[in-house]
Nanobody, 115 residues
Framework: QVEVVQSGGGLVQPGGSLRLSCAAS????????MAWYRQAPGKERDLVAR???????YYADSVKGRFTISRDNARNTVYLQMNSLKPEDTAVYYC?????????WGQGTQVTVSS
């Protein structure tokens, strides 16, 4: 069974930085596309960033130039480095793993950007 466990997040002031981590087990991590989504109160869950098996990346326009997604296949972990955070980045962030025969979500972690 595939398990996706997130860590990181919390409260940060505008302009600050945070790093989210997501570890996947029970799967061949290097064969998975990994992504980060976020959901603000009263809004839909939206794709923030994605990294494929070949390390091709995609970013939502709202985070381009500020967020960086990366993966460490040796540690079965994907990261989301978030810099220059804005209040509108406040949301619950979810890690998402997709393989040939499965898809799995992390438990979600709150990111709050506020002074």
């Amino acid at each position: 069974q595939v398990e996706v466990v997130q860590s990181g997040g919390g409260l940060v002031q505008p302009g600050g930085s945070l790093r989210l981590s997501c570890a996947a087990s029970g799967t061949i991590f290097s064969a998975n596309t990994m992504a980060w989504y976020r959901q603000a109160p009263g809004k839909e869950r939206d794709l923030v960033a994605r990294i494929t098996v070949g390390d091709s990346t995609y970013y939502a326009d709202s985070v381009k130039g500020r967020f960086t997604i990366s993966r460490d296949n040796a540690r079965n972990t994907v990261y989301l480095q978030m810099n220059s955070l804005k209040p509108e980045d406040t949301a619950v962030y979810y890690c998402y793993a997709v393989g040939l025969s499965f898809q799995a979500w992390g438990q979600g972690t709150q990111v709050t950007v506020s002074s």
